[in-house]
């Protein structure tokens, strides 16, 4: 039997796409989102809502009759605030008004689905067996990332939250379909930098210096040795470097090149292994040149894994207003991270993915690319399927 949350949303439609766009046009960086802050904030007072700060530039935002003291289980749906580093470049009416940086990985749809989905529910605040709180959080981006700063600072606790739930946009897939997956669904996203130290030198006299140009190229090279000859090729992971910084002039050898990247992993043994092997490859390729190596490993989030049992009861919610092909089980985890992991591991609760891809408006560019977009007509569902999830917890929880 229908809730009806999914039609609710489709009215409000006009009003999620704008409220996206806005968001996109102000984009901030980790830690910045003073602004985003301020706007959400105003929207949510407007709509009934009592906001609290939280990590400095986040909010938790309370309904009507959580704020009157309403008594029973609470549940909280979450949003990231942040953006990235990133020129756009898509040339639409509503791009990014602030040179450098872009909402490149969806987190402006997120707090929209967010704030749709609390105005879903605090429409049936009186009949609910119990509250929700919207947490929109800062900082997914920089590790160790937001979500630890708000579990550390016990918002979550004080207001009685037992479960959370999430998602996140995914354009490899069709618009407005619902992706689950039980177990392993993100992976652990850890970061090194690894600098390499020579002996600076003339670059017309090579022979008198220690390249350290020439030996972190061969250390980017023998890196990539440990996914395809070290790791099980069963067990996923991923070492990739994404900067390399080095030198002065094109006739300077440098006395120091400095490699950093990331690491990505599902199994606890293979993000143990990564770093160790990484130093060991490094150390020798160093060492055999005559150089040495400074490396510094840089824990950032935990993999992200759905209970099962979370899952099971999380399809069988959203059935009941979404059709059967719309909601489609992944078969194999992401190697990307996602810092709602911390909060899996310390209560129930599950992570969703939202297909936003329409090929025929050119919709297909991935997260962090600069032509990233989405298709907004699935605002709506996603706004629609967190509700949904919220509610149907409530009801089971206060059921016991």
């Avoid at 998602?167 to 669904?185: A, E, N, Q, W």
């Avoid at 996203?189 to 017309?204: M, N």
């Avoid at 390249?211 to 972190?216: E, L, M, S, T, Y």
Wanted: glycine share 10%; charged share 20%; with cysteine.
């Amino acid at each position: 039997m229908s809730t009806g949350l999914l039609a609710r949303a489709q009215a409000l439609a006009g009003e999620l796409t704008a409220l996206r766009r806005s968001l996109h046009q102000e984009p901030e960086l980790s830690y910045q989102e003073r602004d985003t802050q301020l706007f959400l904030r105003q929207r949510l007072e407007a709509a009934g809502f009592t906001c609290r700060v939280v990590a400095d530039t986040g909010l938790l935002a309370f309904p009507p009759a959580t704020a009157r003291g309403r008594a029973g289980p609470v549940v909280a749906l979450r949003a990231e605030l942040d953006a990235l580093p990133i020129h756009e470049a898509n040339e639409v009416s509503y791009r990014s008004r602030r040179d450098g940086v872009m909402h490149a990985c969806g987190h402006d749809a997120h707090m929209t689905m967010v704030f749709g989905a609390g105005q879903l529910l605090a429409s049936l605040a009186e009949s609910l067996p119990g509250s929700f709180v919207l947490l929109f959080q800062p900082a997914e981006e920089v590790p160790p990332g937001g979500a630890r700063r708000v579990l550390d600072e016990g918002v979550l606790a004080e207001a009685g939250v037992e479960a959370i739930f999430g998602l996140h946009v995914d354009t490899r897939y069709p618009s407005g379909s619902i992706l689950l997956r039980k177990g392993p669904l993100m992976a652990a996203s850890d970061r090194f930098r690894l600098t390499v130290i020579g002996k600076g030198g003339h670059a017309g006299y090579p022979h008198l210096a220690v390249d350290a140009v020439v030996i972190a190229a061969q250390i980017v090279l023998g890196l990539q040795a440990i996914v395809a000859r070290r790791l099980d090729p069963m067990e996923p992971g991923v070492v990739s470097i994404g900067r390399i910084e080095g030198g002065t002039a094109d006739n300077i050898l440098p006395e120091r090149v400095t490699l950093s990247g990331t690491l990505r992993s599902h199994s606890s043994d293979v993000r143990r292994q990564l770093p160790e092997w990484i130093r060991e490859i490094a150390t020798g390729i160093a060492s055999g040149a005559g150089a040495r190596v400074e490396f510094e490993y840089l824990p950032g989030h935990p993999g992200l894994s759905n209970d099962p049992a979370v899952i099971d009861f999380l399809a069988e919610a959203l059935a009941s207003d979404f059709d059967t092909g719309q909601i489609i089980e992944l078969t194999r985890p992401i190697m990307g991270g996602e810092d709602f992991a911390h909060y899996l591991e310390v209560m129930p609760g599950a992570f969703l993915r939202l297909g936003v891809r329409n090929e025929a408006g050119g919709i297909v560019h991935p997260i962090h690319s600069p032509r990233f977009n989405l298709d907004e007509s699935a605002l709506p569902v996603g706004a629609a399927a967190l509700a949904i999830a919220a509610r149907a917890w409530l009801t089971r929880s206060a059921a016991g």
